[in-house]
C-alpha cells in the first residue's frame, strides 16, 4: 500500500474558526449499539467504536465542526476515561464539519488518521473541493453555502489510506464500502454481525439545506447535503449499495440514528425514489440521472 506524500508542514485553516450553526441535539451523547455511540457536535455526528478496555481500545469516526476538539475531548474522558486515546480516527471525508477538530486530535493523541485515497488531496493539503453550489433547490442553507470552508486541512504525518478490501484498522468486525458521491472518496462503515451502518453523508436523516429542519433536527431520511454533493450518478448507486445492506441501525452524519422498520422503510422508499426525492431539480452539479 502506497502512502500520500507527507512532507508539508500540518496545517489546520479551520482552527479556531467557530461555524455559529447549531440543533437543539447538540452535546447528545448517544448509544447506538453495542460498543457504538454517536456525539451530536453542533449539527453533525461523531461516533466512537470500542469500549473502556485497554486491550480492546477504541476508534474515532469523524471528527466534527471546526473549533470542537475539547467538545469531542469531553465525551472521550466520560466514555473512556481521563487519560484515553483512539487506536485511530476513520473519516468518512473530508468535508470540513468531518474534519474540523482532526488535527487538532490527531496531534493531540499521535494517532493514525485513515481516509480513502481519494479524499487524500483534500487532508494533505493538496486540493480543494469544489465550491459549494448556492443555486442548488434547496433551503437557507443551501443559499448560506459558499460562506462554509471548502479549503484541505494537511495532516502531514497522521494520514494513512485505508487498506484495500474493506479492512479498517483497529476494527476487525468491520468493514467500509465505497459510497462516493458526496466526495469522490467517501466511505460508510459496516458491521455485518449486527448490521449496524455509519453512514457519514452518503444519506442524511435530516433536510441539511434546510435551517429550520437542521435546528430542531426534523428526522427525515434524505439524501446527501446538496450544496456539496457534486455527482448525483455516483450518489444514487451509494445509497443503492447501503440499502442493499438491509440495516438495523445506522447512525448518518446530520441528524438523528435510525433503526429498524422506521429505516428500513426511509432508505428503501430513498433507493427507489432518489431520482424524484433526492436530486435537486437544478444547481450547478445537477446531472439528471433518469
Keep these: ?159 494513512r489510506t485505508l487498506p484495500s478490501g474493506g479492512m479498517i484498522p483497529g476494527l476487525p468486525e468491520w468493514r467500509w464500502i465505497p459510497t462516493p458521491g458526496h466526495s469522490p472518496g467517501h466511505v460508510s462503515l459496516f458491521r455485518e454481525a449486527d448490521r449496524t451502518l455509519i453512514v457519514g453523508d452518503a444519506f442524511v436523516t435530516v433536510r441539511q439545506d434546510s435551517l429550520f429542519k437542521v435546528i430542531l433536527q426534523y428526522e427525515e431520511i434524505c439524501g446527501p447535503p446538496r450544496y456539496f454533493t457534486t455527482d448525483w450518478k455516483a450518489a444514487k448507486e451509494s445509497v443503492q449499495r447501503l440499502e442493499a445492506l438491509k440495516p438495523t441501525a445506522a447512525v448518518t452524519g446530520h441528524g438523528v440514528p435510525v433503526f429498524g422498520d422506521e429505516l428500513a422503510r426511509g432508505l428503501a422508499r430513498l433507493s427507489d425514489q432518489f431520482d424524484r426525492v433526492a436530486v435537486p431539480d437544478y444547481g450547478r452539479y445537477v446531472d439528471r440521472i433518469h
Design 1 to 159: 500500500m502506497t502512502e500520500p506524500k507527507t512532507d508539508q508542514a500540518i496545517e489546520n485553516p479551520l482552527d479556531h474558526r467557530y461555524i455559529p450553526i447549531t440543533s437543539v441535539k447538540s452535546g447528545a451523547l448517544q448509544t447506538v449499539a453495542e460498543r457504538v455511540s454517536c456525539l451530536t457536535v453542533q449539527v453533525v455526528n461523531v461516533c466512537f467504536i470500542g469500549n473502556r478496555e485497554p486491550a480492546d481500545g477504541w476508534v474515532l469516526v469523524d471528527a466534527g465542526m471546526p473549533d470542537s476538539a475539547e467538545t469531542i475531548q469531553q465525551a472521550v474522558r466520560e466514555q473512556f476515561g481521563e487519560h484515553s486515546k483512539p487506536k485511530a480516527i476513520v473519516l468518512t471525508h473530508g468535508h470540513f464539519d468531518h474534519v474540523g477538530a482532526v488535527v487538532e486530535l490527531a496531534e493531540a493523541w499521535q494517532v493514525p488518521v485513515y481516509a480513502h485515497e481519494l479524499e487524500l488531496p483534500y487532508i494533505t493539503g493538496r486540493q480543494s473541493y469544489p465550491d459549494p453550489d448556492a443555486s442548488v433547490e434547496g433551503g437557507l442553507l443551501a443559499k448560506l453555502s459558499p460562506l462554509f470552508p471548502n479549503e484541505p486541512v494537511n495532516l502531514g504525518k497522521h494520514v
